[in-house]
């Protein structure tokens, strides 16, 4: 049994996919399983893995699905993992050479059923640290505390205990493909923290086609799972009531753009909620205004 399982989302990244896979044959350790959640491509990615698994110079899991959304094919990936620990590596995204071997070193030795996994640091091509690094003189941490209370900026790479992202699945809705990965996480941040290591696991390339630039669109498209995103995190038990300010924003502008007019007996926090809704409203406005540049644009 391999001890990790290295899980690619991917949707119509064909030309782009190959990277990935080099960087997984050049690991100095084989003790991983890569999972391929094909998010229903229809370009060449089935065919292209099927390659790969006749080649057999890694261990490599296929599954096809209809389109649902990142978030979709990180539940599917979820079921199918069975690997003690399992991370996230984007299609556009790759490994350094030695990446498998530090986290299976590393949890070999520190690793435990009281934390929920690890947290290591994201680069780009030229070997900058997206953000900053993690604090070095923390050994565990959550999630949340790392941004939200010790100032760390930017991506980081979370490799996770398999029993626990099985917990927290994400709600589909229908005709819509998006809900805040983050939810699962913030979750997990009530009961454990992470271990901090301050190496690079992965390396990142932010294309044209990918979420994190697609944001505004994502925001547009998928208002009833940002609301869903939004009310969860009004309800942490251990954000302020500042963060919990800026979600009642966010939600009161998803309930606009759902025309739903019982959002404000449905928040969790309603005089938060109340509070908010100028801004909401003002936030739903200036995404009208962009959504309508946009068709300007593109007209």
């Not at 299976?104 to 900058?128: A, H, Q, R």
């Not at 739903?260 to 739903?284: D, M, R, S, Y």
Request: with cysteine; net charge positive.
């Amino acid at each position: 049994m391999k001890m990790l399982t290295i899980f690619t989302p991917t949707y119509n990244r064909a030309y782009c996919l190959n990277n990935c896979y080099q960087s997984l044959l050049r690991q100095t350790s084989t003790d991983f399983v890569w999972l391929i959640i094909d998010d229903g491509s229809t370009d060449q990615t089935k065919e292209l893995v099927e390659s790969w698994i006749k080649e057999n110079k890694i261990t490599i899991r296929y599954h096809w699905q209809e389109n649902l959304g990142m978030h979709g094919a990180h539940n599917t990936a979820y079921e199918l993992i069975d690997t003690e620990l399992n991370v996230c590596i984007d299609s556009d995204d790759y490994m350094p050479d030695h990446a498998v071997e530090k986290i299976v070193t590393f949890w070999k030795e520190y690793g435990s059923n009281k934390v929920s996994g690890m947290i290591g640091l994201d680069s780009n091509n030229d070997n900058k640290i997206i953000g900053t690094q993690l604090p070095s003189k923390l050994k565990t941490s959550t999630l949340f505390n790392l941004y939200h209370k010790h100032g760390v900026m930017g991506d980081k790479k979370l490799v996770y205990r398999t029993d626990l992202t099985r917990e927290y699945p994400y709600p589909i809705f229908q005709n819509e493909k998006y809900v805040g990965l983050a939810y699962k996480y913030y979750m997990l941040d009530k009961k454990y923290e992470m271990l901090l290591m301050n190496e690079v696991l992965c390396i990142v390339e932010y294309l044209a086609d990918g979420s994190s630039l697609n944001m505004f669109n994502q925001y547009r498209k998928n208002p009833r799972g940002f609301a869903f995103y939004r009310k969860e995190l009004m309800q942490l038990p251990f954000a302020s009531t500042t963060f919990k300010f800026r979600q009642a924003i966010h939600y009161v502008s998803s309930s606009c753009l759902l025309k739903n007019k019982q959002f404000l007996g449905e928040a969790p926090k309603k005089v938060l909620t109340f509070l908010a809704i100028p801004f909401g409203f003002l936030l739903f406005l200036y995404i009208q205004q962009k959504q309508g540049l946009l068709k300007l644009t593109k007209s």
